[in-house]
């Protein structure tokens, strides 16, 4: 059974700083990984979609990379901003037959500091 | 472009009572989907639909029904609500099982009192 674990559940920095956020999956045999944030009291917004045969996806200042092998994922965030501040959550979509659902880890809270 | 919308945003029900939540996406989406997301939890899959007139059972389903009547349209139904329903409902669409992400929609947050 497919398990997603994001580390760390909490993570606070200042402004303009370089992060990474962390996902790890217990199986290998997916056929994407989606990246989203979630603003509180709000919907998940996609910032990024990896398919199995990539290693990394760019957008702006963010760049995920895809280690399928390991069963992890970082997001990196360049040069943090205060509406940066959100919560972060990955998910895998599995390739097993009645695993296509994707399964979604809890999600890293991250606030940046003017 | 609308994308998901769901309906209602909010509802305050009584312990027994029922209730409907719609799902509707305009990008001739195949699969459909109805998560809860509960503090400390994440999101977990009630219900899932991979084409019209079909549904199956995710990770925690009782308690709900669905319906996909029509290709665009994915029901949540709560025939008599708990306080343990209380939660943010989103639904989420994609094209089909393959490389494609989902959309969701901006969720319901329902009380049960």
């Known amino acids: 059974k497919q398990e997603v674990t994001q580390i760390p559940a909490a993570l606070s920095v200042p402004e303009g700083e370089n992060l990474v956020l962390n996902c790890s999956f217990t199986?290998?045999?997916?056929?994407?990984l989606q990246w989203f944030r979630q603003d509180p009291g709000k919907g998940l917004t996609s910032l990024l979609l990896i398919q199995s045969s990539q290693r990394e996806q760019t957008s702006g200042r963010l760049n995920a990379s895809l280690d399928k092998s390991s069963g992890r994922s970082t997001l990196y965030i360049a040069a943090s901003q205060p509406g940066d501040s959100a919560t972060y959550l990955c998910a895998v979509r599995g390739t097993t037959s009645g695993t296509y659902k994707y399964i979604f880890g809890t999600g890293t809270r991250l606030k940046v500091l003017a | 472009n609308a994308g998901v919308t769901q309906t209602p945003k909010f509802r305050v029900l009584k312990t027994g009572q029922s209730m409907t939540l719609l799902c509707a996406q305009d990008m001739n989406h195949e699969y459909m989907y109805w998560y809860r997301q509960d503090p400390g939890m994440g999101l977990r899959l009630i219900h899932y639909?991979?084409?019209?007139?079909?549904?199956a059972k995710g990770e925690v389903p009782d308690g709900y029904n669905v319906s996909r009547l029509k290709k665009q349209n994915f029901l949540l139904g709560l025939e008599s609500a708990a306080p343990s329903q209380t939660s943010v409902y989103f639904c989420?669409?994609?094209?089909?099982?393959?490389?494609?992400?989902?959309?969701f929609g901006s969720g319901t947050r329902l009380t049960v009192v």
């Open positions: 989420a669409s994609s094209y089909d099982r393959g490389p494609w992400g989902y959309t």
């Open positions: 639909s991979v084409g019209e007139g079909t549904t």
């Open positions: 199986d290998s045999a997916i056929y994407n």
